[in-house]
Structures are given as structure tokens and as C-alpha cells.
């Protein structure tokens, strides 16, 4: 009795059905809640399009793929210009450079991977040839997740 809206009522009391076979799907709540317009003036709708075109996918994705928040900052960084588009319809290059600063881009790892290929595949008479010249000194960069991580705690307890 609480609830005023008839459209609500009926979604409350449908997701609540004690028969599970009864009950919807998310999707299907979603998509009735993307098409139900709750505002006649701004045609707005009680969930925004963007949710289910793009931001159920990427959350489902998500949690499947990462398994810690680390792992999840780092993808959400990834996808940084695509989510901005997805939601607001605009882009964000300055967005998307500063993440891609903190984050390496698919390309470059897939780039690093290869030439690490190449190298395992060189020749025993490659492999002879490059031991006489002096070998390059290798430096390691760290882990990018963690640094983003305090860089974007550090900004939480800022706000």
C-alpha cells in the first residue's frame, strides 16, 4: 500500500511471486522497466536505454572476468571511452588518455606477447649471433593496479 504507482505495484508483486516459473527474468524486468515511460513532459523512462544496451553486459562481464578490484579497475579503465560513450552518447578523449596512461591498451600487450614469441623462436645460430653483442639492459615495469588503486582511494577520501 505504500507504493503509489500501479506500474511498480505490479512489478513488486510479480518479482515476488512465490512460484519461481511465475516470476520474469531480470532481462525481462529491464526491458519492461526501459519501455515503461514515467514522465509524459521528458518522455524519460524508469531505467535509462544505456542500462541494458551496454551497462548489464559490461557488469555481467565483469563479474565473470575479474576476480579482484584491482582486476576490475583495470578493465573498467580499459573500457573507459566506451562506457562514457555508451552512457551519455559523448566522447572523452582526455578521459581516455588518462586511463590508457595508468593502463596498458590490449594492442600493446598483445604487441609484447608477440615479440616475446619472436624471441623464443629465434634460431640456435640467432641465438649465437646475439650472445656476442652486449646484452640490453631490461627494466621491469610494475604493476600499474595497484598504484591506480591508492591514486583512486586517494581521491575518494579527498571528496
Known amino acids: 500500500d505504500k507504493i503509489n504507482e500501479p506500474w511498480v505495484k505490479n512489478l513488486v508483486k510479480n518479482m515476488l511471486e512465490s512460484d519461481p516459473y511465475a516470476r ?24 535509462p536505454r ?9 557488469m555481467e562481464m565483469l563479474h565473470r572476468k575479474a576476480q579482484t578490484p584491482d582486476e576490475r579497475l583495470r578493465i573498467v579503465c580499459q573500457r573507459y571511452g566506451e562506457i562514457v560513450k555508451a552512457t551519455t ?14 593502463v596498458p591498451r590490449p594492442e600493446d600487450i598483445s604487441q609484447a606477447q608477440g615479440n616475446e614469441e619472436e624471441k623464443a623462436s ?4 640467432d641465438k649465437s649471433a646475439t650472445a656476442k653483442k652486449k646484452p640490453k639492459k ?22
Open 24 to 47: 520474469e527474468t531480470v532481462k525481462q524486468y529491464l526491458q519492461k522497466c526501459e519501455k515503461t515511460v514515467i514522465d509524459q513532459n521528458n518522455n524519460s523512462t524508469a531505467f
Open 50 to 58: 544505456a542500462f541494458s544496451a551496454f551497462l548489464y553486459d559490461f
Open 138 to 159: 631490461i627494466v621491469k615495469k610494475p604493476k600499474r593496479e595497484p598504484f591506480l588503486t591508492a591514486q583512486l582511494t586517494a581521491l575518494e577520501a579527498e571528496t
Open 89 to 102: 552518447g559523448k566522447e572523452d578523449p582526455e578521459g581516455v588518455a588518462f586511463f590508457s596512461y595508468f
Open 122 to 125: 629465434c634460431s640456435d645460430e
